[in-house]
């Protein structure tokens, strides 16, 4: 079973039926892209500091929104990390923080699966619910078509837990329709601009709050629910973080949760909100509407050996930056610190990136750090493991430009042997492993051994100018160690090393049905 990424089908149809209505230009974040604009950008960042003050960073520009999603820095007193191993270790680890929580639960992801993992994770929030719990949910408008995934948002609005980006009877495109003078910051291309936030956040507002925040969504593949099936189970990353930082990961949750609201507040009849409220009268009175769910049963019993699974997180004081990045109001925070710290990197840049097609200013910088003689290492998706492999098959296409800066003349001179760039696809296989697994989603990165980001942020072009992404920056040098020591001890086993003779092969391939593939890749380059 694969999981639908964030591009599909329907958000095109609307953006470009949006456009015809409309025929007003969209809001495009100010991302560089000419050769100039790149090297600007790349000596800003070689200036500047990802824990920098604000002047250190772009900001918005729209008057009124600026750099209000500018988290400040926090200082180690005021945010402890932790690592959570694969998806096992952070379903462990989520549903224990829920069994906890006394107050509130704010969680948002692009999907958020009705099956068996989230199945279980709606159980327990319907029941904090009715203990008295404040419990909201975000997901993605167009990410979540399966019936069954619908019935099951169903089920939480009748219980009185609001679920912005769901309606009834698969009606939450209507929210997504920009409408001239009520949509707020009206953008033509808004139904393009997803909400790929990844945020789990339990009594945020009190002292003994905690979060996750990463690279998983909501569903039995992110969860590693079933090892006999490499669809559904697959390789990503998570952190926890707890400590004054969670107000910005609080911020940035309810500002999409107001902005959600605002949206079909400003529609007046059609404010889908209002039936909700009547429909919940009439439910309170009659009973709710019995639901029924088809699971398998063995995996209902790994459900629930995972839940009781998981070792006690090792919490580390580290300085932290909590980012969050809207497109829809032209912010590019995200991009920018990923700039800023592969041009801070000097001896090691270790990258693990799911959906790899490389923009101008992406490339460039890791080109830029292979010259400078730091030992660059990637690891992304083959088209075997990638759920959507024709992303794959365009972000190969890359790969020779890349690769040749490997025989350049600084990179020659580097008395580091291992300097320069090295490209590894994933492929789920490890010679001492007999488990195959599928996709790896990870997002994050590692420079030095110092300083380590951790996201939903992949680097394409739909990160960088059309989706909503969160990340976590922090430095800490045991929790960056044990990091790197998931890419290299871990990743690269499951990994095959690209060769120049195969980028070039990747580039101009000669297999009729890939070049198709590929070729039908690149007409929607922009949107991967």
């Not at 994050?444 to 920056?473: K, Q």
Request: with cysteine; net charge negative.
């Amino acid at each position: 079973m694969k999981v639908c990424r964030s591009f599909t089908l329907a958000p095109v149809f609307l953006l470009i039926l949006a456009l015809l209505v409309t025929g007003c230009a969209t809001i495009e974040p100010p991302v560089p892209q000419s050769t100039d604009e790149v090297a600007a950008e790349l000596q800003f960042a070689e200036t500047t500091s990802v824990f920098g003050p604000a002047e250190d960073f772009h900001g918005s520009g729209l008057e009124d929104v600026g750099k209000a999603e500018l988290y400040p820095v926090r200082g180690p007193e005021a945010c402890e990390v932790a690592m959570l191993e694969s998806g096992e270790g952070s379903f462990a680890a989520r549903m224990n923080m829920l069994r906890n929580a006394t107050q509130s639960i704010r969680i948002q992801a692009l999907v958020f699966k009705g099956d068996e993992a989230g199945l279980r994770i709606a159980e327990v929030l319907k029941q904090k619910k009715s203990e008295g719990l404040d419990v909201r949910v975000i997901v993605d408008a167009f990410s979540n078509p399966w019936l069954q995934t619908q019935w099951m948002f169903f089920d939480l609005k009748q219980h009185g837990i609001e679920v912005e980006g769901y309606e009834a009877l698969a009606l939450q495109w209507i929210n997504e329709v920009p409408m001239p003078h009520l949509t707020p910051h009206y953008d033509a291309g808004r139904a393009d601009k997803r909400f790929h936030e990844k945020l789990w956040l339990i009594d945020a507002e009190t002292e003994h709050g905690v979060a996750v925040t990463g690279g998983l969504n909501i569903g039995n593949e992110y969860f590693r629910v079933d090892p006999t099936d490499p669809a559904g189970y697959w390789r990503d990353q998570d952190v926890a973080v707890r400590g004054g930082i969670l107000a910005d990961l609080m911020t940035a949750f309810d500002r999409n949760f107001e902005y959600l609201v605002q949206i079909k507040e400003s529609r007046g009849i059609f404010n889908t909100n209002l039936y909700w409220n009547a429909t919940r009268a009439v439910l309170d009175e009659t009973g709710k509407y019995p639901v029924h769910y088809e699971t398998d049963d063995r995996l209902v019993a790994r459900v629930e050996t995972l839940e009781q699974g998981g070792a006690q997180l090792d919490y580390k004081a580290a300085r932290c930056r909590f980012l969050h990045n809207r497109p829809r109001f032209a912010e590019t925070y995200i991009l920018q610190a990923y700039l800023k710290i592969i041009a801070a990197a000097q001896h090691e840049m270790l990258i693990a990136n799911a959906y790899f097609v490389p923009t101008p200013a992406i490339a460039a910088a890791l080109k830029d750090a292979a010259r400078r003689c730091v030992a660059v290492t990637l690891v992304t998706n083959s088209p075997e493991t990638n759920d959507l492999p024709e992303i794959s098959m365009v972000g190969r296409g890359h790969y020779k430009d890349l690769l040749a800066v490997n025989a350049t003349p600084e990179v020659a001179a580097c008395p580091n042997p291992d300097a320069g760039l090295k490209i590894y696809e994933w492929i789920g296989q490890a010679a001492d492993d007999p488990v195959q697994q599928g996709t790896m989603h990870s997002k994050f990165a590692v420079a030095d051994r110092r300083i380590s980001l951790v996201g939903s942020y992949n680097f394409d072009p739909r990160s960088e100018r059309l989706n909503s992404e969160t990340a976590l920056v922090f430095e800490e040098a045991a929790l960056a160690d044990e990091l790197a020591r998931w890419i290299v001890e871990n990743d690269l086993r499951y990994s095959r090393q690209v060769t120049v003779e195969a980028a070039a092969v990747f580039a101009d391939p000669e297999e009729t049905i890939y070049r198709f593939r590929k070729e039908i890749g690149h007409l929607f380059e922009e949107e991967l």
